[in-house]
């Protein structure tokens, strides 16, 4: 498969577009995938980002991702009445070094308003100088981005 100049990359972004977590793939490790990680927060939809943490270089581990992108699959493949309200559950733990975390935990959670076909997710990001956490409310649409993205790096790489 020809590559393009452009580096495969993926997101996931809230329903209401006021969160975002994104990464660019920068170099391939074999059995990781070296990105730039961003996880930026709106305060409103066309404004400039209130907080941007980026983490440069993010080793992320090939099994992690596909692992997601499986998990994902398989609730997106659901006939509509499967998608309800927070019956999506998994935790994927992204990176691949024990100096690095990206977890995603979706499931439901006590601290945000979950709509009928919403889910709720927590990013949580950490390296050896900061730990971000921030709670998003998601739904199929966006999480069959953030599968088609990672699937994109995963087969491109």
């Known amino acids: 498969m020809a590559r393009s100049d452009i580096s495969p ?17 920068e170099s391939n490790l ?11 927060y709106y305060l409103a939809v066309d404004e400039p980002a209130a907080t941007i943490v980026s983490v440069p270089q993010l080793t992320l581990s090939r099994k992690g991702m596909g692992e997601l992108v499986s998990a994902l699959g ?36 006590d601290d945000l308003i979950i709509g009928a076909g919403q889910v709720g997710c927590l990013i949580e990001l950490r390296n050896s100088s900061l730990r971000s956490c921030l709670p ?12 088609d993205g990672l699937d994109r790096v995963l087969s491109d790489s």
Not at 30 to 40: A, I, T
Not at 85 to 92: K, P, Q, R, V
Request: aromatic content about 6%.
């Open 9 to 25: 990359e993926w997101c996931l972004s809230s329903t209401n577009g006021h969160a975002r977590l994104s990464g660019a793939l």
């Open 30 to 40: 074999g059995e990781s995938l070296v990105h730039d990680v961003r996880l930026e």
């Open 74 to 109: 398989a609730w997106l493949a659901l006939p509509l009445d499967g998608l309800r309200n927070g019956s999506f559950h998994h935790e994927a733990e992204l990176a691949d070094s024990p100096a690095e975390s990206l977890i995603l935990k979706f499931g439901p959670r």
């Open 136 to 147: 998003v409310v998601t739904d199929p649409t966006c999480l069959r981005i953030l599968a």
